[in-house]
């Protein structure tokens, strides 16, 4: 639970501090540099290697890199056409589906709570209707969606963070593909610092959490905890740029902070769910809530020896 808050805090943090950079390279063309930066701090600090993989680990880890690229680039589309709020509302869909979808029965009443919640924080009704910026955050939905199952799926595969160096090095090479053009013509000494420092920020340490909080907590668990990113947004809004909540802001981050404590304490991971590091067998097919024998995990260590 704490690493997944500790990512949110990381990314709000990270976009008030990239303002300055979209003025340079554009919402697009940050979002290509911090995961170019992000891909070489990874592959340098992790440095994978072919036996940390199997072919199908290997697919699934190309398959996140796509679908982080993806993500991030819709959202900002999104962004650039819809009010903040509206889209971010929107984008919550994929999460909270996932935590409906792959949530026991009795835990269900978390993901209601906390999509209540993220409605009354973003007060949707407020925003425009551009269709081509609905498309781009239900896309960003679905992408967020594809990014827990399959962040889940990879980090129980691959030991270590190695699975997470090489899907951001595809994620950069996809951002690079859509927007590089547009970073080449701004790019100076200071935006390229800047790139690594919001790597770091926005990237490195919030993909490395959330991977790592994936390992402990179910899917249906870790979708309904993102829903505590709106109130994080609110506290460090009203703290950075002095924002103060509304009434209904202030209700909304009361249900989704309850939503996000009651799924955490009702979605940690039995042990043998995880499936092999790598070279194994693959485990039963099955949905990640099912306990399995008593094991011990694997792969919780970042590989900076190697």
């Known amino acids: 639970m704490f690493a997944a808050i500790a990512s949110m805090i990381c990314i709000q943090l990270g976009l008030a501090a990239s303002v300055g950079l979209f003025d340079s390279v ?17 592959l340098a600090l992790v440095r994978p ?3 940390d993989f199997t072919r199908a680990s290997l697919l699934a880890t190309a398959a996140l890199g796509v679908v982080t690229a993806c993500m991030t680039l819709t959202f900002m589309a999104a962004v650039a056409r819809l009010p903040l709020g509206t889209a971010s509302a929107l984008e919550f869909l994929g999460p909270l589906t996932v935590a409906a979808v792959r949530g026991r029965r009795a835990t269900v009443l ?13 007060e949707p009704w407020h925003g425009g209707t551009d269709p081509a910026g609905v498309g781009f955050a239900l896309a960003a939905a679905a992408c967020w969606a594809g990014y827990i199952l399959l962040t889940q799926h990879v980090g129980d595969r691959v030991s270590g963070y190695a699975g997470l160096a090489v899907s951001t090095a595809v994620a950069g090479v996809v951002a690079s593909a859509v927007a590089g053009p547009s970073v080449a013509a701004g790019l100076t000494w200071s935006v390229l610092a800047a790139g690594f420092g919001l790597a770091v920020l926005l990237a490195v340490v919030p993909f490395s959490l959330e991977m790592y909080a994936l390992r402990k907590l179910t899917t249906a668990a870790f979708g309904t905890l993102m829903s505590l990113e709106p109130a994080v947004a609110l506290v460090v809004g009203g703290v950075l740029l002095h924002q103060a909540p509304g009434p209904l802001a202030v209700l909304g981050m009361a ?3 309850a939503a996000g404590v009651g799924a955490a304490r009702t979605g940690s991971r039995a042990v043998g769910a995880q499936g092999p590091a790598v070279g194994g067998v693959e485990p039963p097919a099955g949905d990640d809530d099912v306990p399995g024998r008593a094991v011990e995990p694997v792969g919780h260590e970042v590989a900076v020896d190697r």
């Open 255 to 257: 249900l989704v902070v």
């Open 110 to 122: 978390w993901p209601v709570l906390a999509g209540a919640g993220v409605v009354l924080l973003t």
């Open 49 to 51: 290697r072919p036996r």
């Open 26 to 42: 554009g919402p697009s063309g940050a979002v290509c540099l911090r995961l170019a930066c992000a891909a070489l701090l990874l």
